[in-house]
C-alpha cells in the first residue's frame, strides 16, 4: 500500500489532481470504443516503476491510452492489460 500511496501523491504532484477513476476511449466521431478504458491503475505506471508497461499501453495518438489504435481491444494492449504486478497483491495472497 506504501507503494500505491507514494505512487499516487507523485502523480498528485505532477497533474495536481488525483488519477482519474476511469479513461474512456472516443473515437473521431465522439462515440465510445467497443471496449473499456484503463482505470487509475494505468496511470499510476510510471509512478510505480512500471514506465515500460505505460509505453506499451499509450497509442500513436495525442489521447493516450490507444485510443486511435482500438484501445483495450488492441492486442498488444490486451497483453499488457493481462500483465500481473505484485504491487497491486495482498502479500498474503498466495501465489
Known amino acids: 500500500l506504501k507503494q500505491i500511496g507514494l505512487a499516487t501523491h507523485n502523480y498528485h504532484e505532477a497533474?495536481?489532481?488525483?488519477?482519474?477513476?476511469?479513461?474512456?476511449?472516443?473515437n473521431a466521431?465522439?462515440?465510445t470504443y467497443n471496449g473499456h478504458g484503463w482505470t487509475w491503475h494505468a496511470s499510476l505506471l510510471p509512478y510505480l516503476d512500471q514506465g515500460n508497461l505505460y509505453d506499451a499501453i499509450q497509442g500513436p495518438d495525442s489521447s493516450g491510452m490507444g485510443a486511435e489504435s482500438g484501445g483495450v481491444d488492441d492486442p498488444k494492449q490486451r497483453?499488457?492489460?493481462q500483465t500481473v504486478l505484485s504491487v497491486f497483491w495482498c502479500p498474503s495472497q498466495p501465489d
Open 15 to 26: 497533474f495536481s489532481s488525483l488519477p482519474p477513476g476511469s479513461i474512456v476511449l472516443l
Open 29 to 31: 466521431a465522439g462515440t
Open 79 to 81: 497483453l499488457a492489460g
